[in-house]
C-alpha cells in the first residue's frame, strides 16, 4: 500500500532505514542491540516526521503565496487517537516501514501498539474536530486546530469490582515525538485584576484592563498529514506556563511554597481535560482553561493576519473562526475586546467584524450541558469581559424592543444575562448573538434548534441557522480500521477513486448480489471478529465466541444514551432461558464499552449494572453458549478501531431528539454494521441513505416524546403494572437477583425508572425494543439477507465523509479553499434596522442537506 508518487519524492526505503538509524544513534542514543520494539517509537516516528515537516513547510509556503483565507477550529477536544499508524497510512509508506523495520528483527505492528493515544479528548466532539482536521488536509483546504496540550488528558479507566475508578491517563510517557514545540510563538494571557477608567485617549473614553496575573501559553504544533501527503496542515496545542518560574520577591523573603504553589497554580490550566466543576475552585479553574484556550488562539491567529496584512478590515476576509460548541464562546468577548483596546475601533465595527468572522456549532440540547457562567466568577476572572458582554447584551436587547413579535417574556428568554439570585451569562446566547452562522449537526437536530432551543433567535435571524451534517474520516475508520474491507473494496473499485469520494462506494451495490462478494465480505468480518475476541479476552478476562453476533453499544455512558435499555433486553434474554426455556435463535455477544464522568454518579452506576449482568449471565451454564456479556475497559480511539469493524450490530438506542447526531453510528455502518436505533440524532438520514429495509428502526419519536412531556401523560408505572416484559425485567432489578452481596444495589434505578418518571423514555420503548431484536435474530439467521443488507450499508454510507460535511462548511459559512471567492455573506449587526412586524420568512424545517460538492483538492 506504498504510493509510488509520494516515495518519489520522498527517497527509497533504504534512506529511510538510514533515518531510523540516525535517530536510534543521536536521538536515543543506544545500539540497535539493545532496543526492544517499543523503543523504535520515537526514531521511527522522528525519521517519517522529518519527511512531513517539508511537506508542512512546502504547505504554509503555497498558502501564503496565493495568500488564501484560512479557516480555525477552537476546540477543547482534539481526540486524535494514536499519530504514527495515521501518518504512515496517509502517506501510504506503511509496507515500506514494515519492510525497514523487519530487516532490523522488529514488528512495525508491535511499534504502532505501543503508542499511547493522545489524550486530547473524550467522545465524538474531538473526534468529530479530529475528523474535520484530517478532511481539510486531504482536500488541500486552509484549515487549522487551535486546541490545550494537556498533559492528563481526561483519566483512564480501570475498573474495580464492577465500579469504574479513574487514574491518571499520563499519555505522554512514552514521549511525543509528532509535537513540535515553539517557545518563540508564545502568547501572554491576563487575568483577573480590575478595569480603571473610562479614560480620554485620542479624544476617546478607554477603559483599561490591569491584569493581576499573567500566564503563558507555549505553542506546539501536531502535523496533520492530508491522504497522500500533498497537504500537511497543523493542530496548535497549547500548554499553560508561569509567566516567571518564580515570583522572586517572595522567593527571596523565604516563602518558597507559595513561590512554588503560584508556579503550579499557573501551569494546572493545561494538566487535566474537564476538570471537575463540583467545587467553586474547579469551576474557576474550567473557566480559565476555556479562556485561556480562546485568547491563546486569537493572540495567535492575530499575529499571523498582521504578518501578511495591514488593514484590520480585511479580517472577515482572510480568516473564519469556528467555535465547536460553546467551550470557545468567549471568543466573542475577547474579538471584542481586542478590536477595541487593541486596534481601537469604534465599537460598531469591532461588532461587525467579530460576527463576520466568528461562526458556532452547536452540539446539545441538553439544558444542563448548555453552558452559563456566573457573574461574579466572570467579573473576578475576567473583569474586562464582563464589561463588553454587558454591553453586547444592551445593545441586542435593545435591537430587539424594535420586532413587535417579541414580548418582554420573549426578550427576556432571549438575553445574554439570566436573571436571578446570582446572574448568569447563557454562552449559547452569547454565541448565537456574536456569529454570522449558527449549524446544528444533524436534520433532525437542526430542527430541534430552530423550533425548541432558539426559536426567537431564528425568527429574528433565519438566515443564520443551517445544519451541517456530520461526518466521519473514511482513511482512518475504514481504510487505516478495517484493512480487510479496504482491500475487499479496492480489488472490486478504483482505490484511488473512492478513498477521497465516498460516493464512489454506491458502485458497490451490485456486488452485494454476488455470492462470492457476499462470502468475501463475510470473512472479512470473521477476521476482524477473531481479533477483536482476542482483545476482549486479554482485557475484560471473558471468552467469546466469534461466530456469534457482535453486539456492540460503544459510547459515553449517559442516561440518555440509554445503555440501560440495552441492559434490560439482557435481562429479558437472560430471563427468557433461564426461567421459560426460550431458546434463542442466535447466539449472542454484548459488547460494552465507554467512560463516564468522574462526577456522574447515575452513568457510574450503569456501568456497576452492566458488570453485575454480566458476572450472573457469564457464570450461568444454561447460557454458556447462547449469550455473553462483556465491557471492554479504558474506551479510546485505538480500541474502537478493533470492536467497530467487528461489529455486526449497532446499537443506537438514544431517546428521540436527545443525541444531536452521533458519529458512531456512521463509523459502524462504514464497516458493515446493521444499526438498531431510533428517531434520533443522524440516524434518521442514515435509514434516508441506506434504505429503510437495511436499518431497523423503532421507537417513539421526537414529536411524540415531547406531546407526552407537556400534557403529562407518560405514566411508567402504568406501563409497568400492565406489561408483563416490563415488570419482569424492572423486578430483576429491583431484586438482588444481579447483584446477590449487594443488597438493593440496583433499586435505585427502579424507583428512577417506574417511581419518578423514567425521565429517558425507557419503559416506553421497551416493548418496541425487544420486538425489534426479535426480528434482527430472524435476518441474522438468513445469511444472504443478512450479508446483502451489510453490504448496502457500507455501498450506501458516502454522505457520512466528513470531506462532504467540511466541504458544506467551507461553502456555507467559511467561504475558504475552492469556495474562498463565492457570493459574500449577510453582514449582521447589532445595530441594524429590524422590522416593525413579523418577518415573512421563518424556517418551519431544518434547511435541506446541500448538494452533492465534489471531493478533491482544492488549493493545489
Keep these: 500500500m506504498s504510493s509510488p508518487e509520494f516515495l518519489s519524492q520522498v527517497r527509497p526505503a533504504e534512506v529511510l532505514r538510514e533515518a531510523i538509524l540516525r535517530h536510534v544513534r543521536y536521538t536515543l542514543v543506544r545500539p540497535t542491540s539493545e532496543l526492544k520494539p517499543a523503543d523504535y517509537l520515537k526514531p521511527v516516528s522522528l525519521a517519517i516526521r522529518d ?96 486546541g490545550i496540550d494537556y498533559e492528563y ?126 467545587v467553586m475552585s474547579g469551576k474557576e479553574l474550567r473557566l480559565v482553561q476555556e479562556y485561556f484556550l480562546v485568547a491563546c488562539a486569537l493572540g495567535d491567529i492575530f499575529r499571523r493576519f498582521r504578518q501578511q496584512h495591514k488593514p484590520i478590515e480585511l479580517l472577515p476576509s482572510k480568516v473564519a473562526i469556528q467555535m465547536n460548541d460553546t467551550h470557545p464562546s ?18 460598531e465595527q469591532a461588532w461587525e467584524i467579530t460576527q463576520q468572522t466568528l461562526a458556532y456549532t452547536n452540539h446539545t440540547l441538553l439544558p444542563e450541558a448548555l453552558e452559563k457562567w456566573s457573574v461574579p466568577l466572570l467579573e473576578k476572572v475576567l473583569p474586562r469581559h464582563v464589561l463588553i458582554i454587558f454591553n453586547i447584551n444592551h445593545e441586542f436587547l435593545r435591537e430587539m424592543q424594535q420586532y413587535s413579535f417579541l414580548d418582554e417574556e420573549k426578550r427576556r428568554r432571549m438575553s445574554i444575562i439570566e436573571e436571578g439570585y446570582e446572574k448568569q451569562v447563557r454562552m449559547a446566547h452569547l454565541c448565537m448573538v456574536g456569529s454570522h452562522s449558527v449549524n446544528g449537526v444533524s436534520k433532525l437536530h437542526t430542527d430541534l434548534i430552530v423550533h425548541s432551543l432558539a426559536p426567537e433567535f431564528a425568527q429574528v435571524w433565519p438566515e443564520k441557522f443551517n445544519n451541517k451534517t456530520n461526518g466521519v474520516a473514511p482513511r482512518r475508520w475504514l481504510m487505516k480500521a478495517n484493512e480487510g474491507l479496504t482491500d475487499l473494496i479496492s480489488r472490486t473499485l478504483d482505490e484511488n477513486k473512492w478513498i477521497t469520494d465516498l460516493h464512489k462506494l454506491r458502485d458497490l451495490e451490485p456486488f452485494a448480489e454476488q ?7 463475510k470473512q472479512v468480518k470473521r477476521q476482524n471478529k477473531l481479533r477483536l475476541a482476542g482483545v476482549i479476552h486479554d482485557l475484560s478476562g471473558v471468552s467469546v465466541d466469534p461466530d456469534s453476533m457482535f453486539d456492540a453499544q460503544i459510547k459515553r455512558i449517559h442516561e440518555y444514551k440509554r445503555q440501560t435499555l440495552n441492559v ?22 454484548y459488547i460494552f464499552a465507554g467512560k463516564a464522568a468522574p462526577g456522574y454518579w447515575a452513568a457510574k452506576q450503569i456501568i456497576k449494572l452492566i458488570h453485575s449482568v454480566a458476572e450472573v449471565v457469564n457464570n450461568d451454564e444454561r447460557t454458556r453458549d447462547l449469550m455473553k456479556v462483556a465491557f471492554v475497559p479504558d474506551y479510546r480511539v485505538s480500541l474502537a478501531q478493533l470492536i467497530i469493524p467487528a461489529a455486526d450490530l449497532s446499537e443506537q438506542i438514544s431517546m428521540a431528539g436527545m443525541e444531536a447526531s452521533g458519529t458512531g453510528n456512521m463509523k459502524l455502518a462504514m464497516n458493515g ?134 466541504l458544506e462548511y467551507a461553502r456555507d459559512i467559511w467561504h475558504v479553499g475552492q469556495f474562498e471567492k463565492a457570493g459574500r455573506r449577510a453582514k449582521p449587526t447589532v445595530r441594524s434596522a429590524a422590522p416593525a412586524s413579523k418577518p415573512n420568512v421563518q424556517p418551519m424545517s431544518a434547511p435541506e442537506a446541500a448538494p452533492e460538492i465534489e471531493t478533491k483538492q482544492v488549493a493545489d
Design 330 to 347: 468567549l471568543a466573542v468577548a475577547e474579538l471584542m475586546r481586542i478590536l477595541l483596546d487593541e486596534e481601537r475601533l469604534p465599537w
Design 673 to 806: 454494521a446493521l444499526t438498531i436505533g431510533t428517531y434520533d440524532g443522524a440516524n434518521i438520514e442514515i435509514a434516508e441513505e441506506v434504505g429503510e429495509d437495511n436499518i431497523f428502526i423503532f421507537g417513539l419519536r421526537s414529536e411524540e416524546i415531547r406531546e407526552m412531556q407537556q400534557k403529562g401523560s407518560y405514566d411508567p408505572r402504568a406501563r409497568y403494572d400492565s406489561d408483563p416484559a416490563v415488570r419482569e425485567a424492572m423486578d430483576a432489578l429491583a431484586s438482588d437477583r444481579f447483584c446477590p452481596n449487594e443488597h438493593g444495589l440496583f433499586r435505585w434505578l427502579f424507583d428512577e425508572l417506574v417511581h419518578r418518571g423514567d425521565r429517558y423514555f425507557h419503559i416506553a420503548d421497551f416493548p418496541a425494543y425487544i420486538e425489534t431484536q426479535q426480528l434482527i435474530d430472524g435476518e441474522y439467521l438468513n445469511e444472504e439477507i443478512w450479508w446483502r443488507k451489510a453490504i448496502l450499508n457500507v455501498a450506501r454510507i458516502g454522505k457520512f465523509s466528513s470531506d462532504r460535511t467540511v
Design 515 to 521: 455470492e462470492d462478494f457476499r462470502e468475501a465480505f
Design 51 to 146: 519527511r512531513i515537516v517539508d511537506r508542512m513547510l512546502e504547505t504554509e509556503s503555497r498558502y501564503r503565496h496565493k495568500d488564501l483565507k484560512r479557516l480555525y477550529y477552537l476546540s477543547m477536544e482534539f481526540l486524535m487517537g494514536r499519530s504514527l499508524g495515521d501518518n504512515l497510512s496517509n502517506l501510504r509508506v506503511e509496507d515500506m516501514c514494515r519492510e525497514v523495520l523487519a530487516g532490523f528483527g522488529v514488528s512495525l505492528d508491535e511499534v504502532l501498539e505501543s503508542e499511547n493515544d493522545a489524550g486530547l479528548g473524550n467522545g465524538g466532539l474531538g473526534r468529530l474536530a479530529a475528523c474535520f482536521l484530517e478532511s481539510m488536509a486531504t482536500l488541500g483546504m486552509p484549515g487549522f486546530g487551535y
Design 568 to 589: 434490560m433486553g439482557i435481562i429479558h434474554d437472560y430471563l427468557g432461558i433461564v426461567e421459560r426455556g426460550e431458546i434463542p435463535p442466535v447466539a449472542r455477544t
Design 153 to 278: 488528558g481526561l483519566f483512564k479507566q480501570e475498573i474495580v469490582s464492577g465500579f469504574q475508578r479513574e487514574k491518571p491517563d499520563r499519555w505522554k510517557a512514552n514521549g511525543t515525538p509528532f509535537q513540535i514545540e515553539h517557545p518563540e510563538e508564545a502568547v501572554n494571557i491576563p487575568l483577573y485584576g480590575k478595569v480603571d477608567g473610562p479614560h480620554e485617549v485620542e479624544h476617546s473614553l478607554e477603559q483599561v484592563w490591569n491584569a493581576q496575573k499573567i500566564v503563558v501559553g507555549i505553542p506546539t504544533d501536531m502535523p496533520i498529514v492530508g491522504y497522500l501527503g500533498q497537504t500537511v496542515n497543523w493542530l496548535r496545542l497549547f500548554t499553560a506556563r508561569a509567566s516567571e518560574d518564580f515570583d522572586i520577591e517572595i522567593f527571596n523573603r523565604g516563602d518558597y511554597i507559595r513561590a512554588v504553589e503560584q508556579k503550579i497554580q499557573s501551569e494546572n490550566i493545561s494538566r487535566v481535560l474537564y476538570p471537575s466543576d463540583s
